[in-house]
């Protein structure tokens, strides 16, 4: 599995980003599929997850009702709509991916396949 992420830049707080995930060489039916991000001097930090096969989601607390995880899977792709975007939300974000047998989960160490990041980064 190759995992491409995409999409990250400079917003001002309340603004909007789309991050992509695009996955090569198999097919999003057989993994979950998840965003972490990773600010400076902290630990990588569980956002949002997806089922590829069923399209079944999962998200942190912090980014209910303003992030949306959702799924092409014609493009073999996983998109993350981030709105009403917060200086907090700063940071490094990443997608990875788990066998979908093993189910939903935002706990980086269940996580086998790791993307290269994308930084976004909010200011006040």
């Known amino acids: 599995v190759q995992l491409q992420a995409s999409g990250g830049g400079l917003v001002q707080s309340g603004g909007s980003l789309r991050l992509s995930c695009a996955a090569s060489?198999?097919?999003?039916?057989?993994?979950?599929i998840g965003w972490f991000r990773q600010a400076s001097g902290k630990e990588r930090e569980g956002v949002a997850c997806?089922?590829?096969?069923?399209?079944?989601?999962a998200y942190v607390g912090s980014v209910k009702g303003r992030f949306t995880i959702s799924r092409d899977i014609a493009k073999n792709t996983v998109y993350l709509q981030m709105n009403s975007l917060k200086p907090e939300d700063t940071g490094v974000y990443y997608c990875?991916?788990?066998?979908?047998?093993?189910?939903?989960?935002?706990?980086?160490?269940?996580?086998?396949?790791w993307g290269q990041g994308t930084q976004v980064t909010v200011s006040s």
């Open positions: 997806i089922r590829g096969s069923d399209g079944g989601t």
């Open positions: 060489h198999t097919s999003l039916d057989y993994y979950v």
């Open positions: 990875a991916t788990r066998a979908v047998v093993t189910g939903l989960s935002l706990d980086a160490y269940d996580y086998d396949f």
